[in-house]
């Protein structure tokens, strides 16, 4: 997997696949925390101010998000007028947050488990990594603190959030939380099919 750059509190399996690290303007300062739909008010406020997309594109994104019931991030890659990379990469910069990369990361399936696909779809999260007590999380809005203690109450873990374009984690949260319902099916008929050799055998015994 290629290396992107560095996080310092994260696990180092997990750093190289981290975009760079943002500058943070104000020693230990994090994201302001920010309701999702001022989050994206903001998101779209930033590209106009950036450059990346005109005041027109902008509307079209946000007419895209209330019809699709996406993100206006996401409408923006959908239209074609932005890259979701270097949007991403911009907005983590913006927030002081870091960005990942899930395309270049295997999270495990023991770590998927921590999170509920249900729970995962519906504040658009995933859990990447766990290192004692903490949880690193991607997620597409990092400054949702409601969500944030929503996953720490669910998981018993501290959470960790880092920035994740709509686009690409929505991709891997059908492809991840599929895996984990097959291996679970798998692992549930193991169990069964143990249980009925056991009947079986039990069976036989009280025959004989």
């Not at 310092?8 to 696949?17: E, H, I, V």
């Not at 997309?53 to 509307?59: A, D, F, K, S, Y």
């Not at 999270?107 to 921590?114: A, G, H, K, T, Y």
């Not at 109450?153 to 959030?161: L, N, Q």
């Given at each position: 997997m290629t290396a992107l750059g560095g996080g310092?509190?994260?696990?180092?399996?997990?750093?190289?696949?981290m975009f760079p690290e943002p500058p943070r303007t104000l020693a230990g300062a994090g994201p302001a925390p920010m309701s999702t739909k001022v989050a994206q008010d903001r998101l779209g406020e930033f590209l106009v101010s950036e450059g990346m997309?005109?005041?027109?594109?902008?509307?079209k994104a946000r007419d895209e998000a209330r019809g699709s019931g996406t993100r206006?991030?996401?409408?923006l890659v959908k239209l074609g007028f932005v890259e979701e990379g270097p949007m991403v990469l911009a907005l983590a910069r913006e927030l002081r947050v870091q960005a990942v990369d899930l395309d270049r990361i295997e999270?495990?399936?023991?770590?998927?488990?921590?999170v509920s696909g249900e729970l995962a779809m519906k504040h658009l999260a995933v859990p990447l990594r766990r290192v004692g007590r903490r949880l690193t999380v991607a997620m597409v809005n990092p400054t949702d603190l409601a969500a944030i203690d929503d996953l720490k109450?669910?998981?018993?873990?501290?959470?960790?959030?880092v920035l994740v374009g709509e686009v690409t984690?929505?991709?891997?949260?059908?492809?991840?939380?599929d895996a984990v319902d097959e291996r679970m099916q798998e692992i549930?008929?193991?169990?069964?099919?143990?249980?009925?050799?056991?009947?079986?055998?039990?069976?036989?015994?009280?025959s004989v």
């Open positions: 310092a509190y994260l696990a180092p399996d997990l750093r190289n696949q997309v005109t005041p027109e594109q902008l509307q206006i991030g996401a409408a999270v495990e399936p023991r770590i998927l488990r921590l109450f669910a998981t018993g873990y501290e959470i960790e959030p984690l929505r991709r891997h949260l059908e492809k991840y939380y549930l008929s193991d169990i069964l099919e143990e249980d009925v050799e056991v009947i079986e055998e039990d069976q036989e015994e009280v």
